[in-house]
């Protein structure tokens, strides 16, 4: 056989092989797509300003208790998170603005920063997301990547890993015109050690 050919025969087979490649790359690429917003999602997407009231738990290397909740959200990024009892160590108040976050203890001077979740961390010894939270409160990712989401038969959210936390969504209920989770566990591991923190939300105020 003529070696021209036969070159000819084996490039050919090249181009085949990467062609075929090509197109399984591109169909997995296709596959890992955003799924659009169920019906349940779009409806928690319409909800902006509330009031929750309900558990926050923590367990951490520095700390392990729970505290009572109350979220006062207006339109983002205003909020007024307010901790009381042992993990609150008595009062402790986190509140958004445009300008940024800041957290009070007690009677101590507020302290400020920039991300509510580092503010924690450096001033309670483990973080709260509360830019995240936002969107996870009412159900939903939040905005950026979030990989290995799971939805039940009704569209509504039950896992996902986003941020550096993974979640997991039970509970939900009718709240007025929406159904939205009443608990979310989420875990994640820091430099310090494993984070578990657990949200109770016991009632909605719209």
């Not at 409806?43 to 729970?66: C, E, F």
């Not at 569209?155 to 996902?160: N, R, V």
């Amino acid at each position: 056989m003529h070696p021209t050919t036969e070159s000819s025969r084996a490039a050919k087979r090249v181009q085949f092989v990467s062609l075929a490649l090509l197109a399984f790359l591109l169909a997995a690429c296709a596959g890992q797509k955003p799924q659009p917003p169920s019906a349940a999602e779009q409806s928690a997407m319409q909800l902006q300003n509330w009031t929750i009231r309900g558990k926050l738990g923590v367990r951490s290397p520095t700390d392990n208790g729970s505290a009572n909740l109350t979220w006062e959200q207006q339109s983002a990024p205003v909020y007024r998170i307010h901790l009381s009892g042992p993990l609150g160590a008595g009062a402790t108040v986190i509140s958004g603005s445009p300008g940024g976050v800041s957290l009070q203890r007690g009677n101590e001077p507020p302290l400020q920063a920039s991300n509510p979740a580092q503010l924690t961390m450096d001033t309670l010894g483990w973080p709260l997301p509360v830019n995240e939270m936002f969107y996870w409160v009412r159900g939903l990712p939040a905005p950026g990547g979030a990989s290995n989401q799971q939805r039940n038969a009704h569209g509504q959210l039950q896992s996902l890993r986003q941020s550096g936390w993974q979640l997991n969504f039970s509970e939900y209920l009718n709240r007025g015109p929406y159904v939205l989770p009443t608990r979310i566990k989420a875990e994640t591991r820091g430099a310090a050690g494993p984070v578990k923190v657990t949200l109770v939300i016991k009632e909605w105020l719209f």
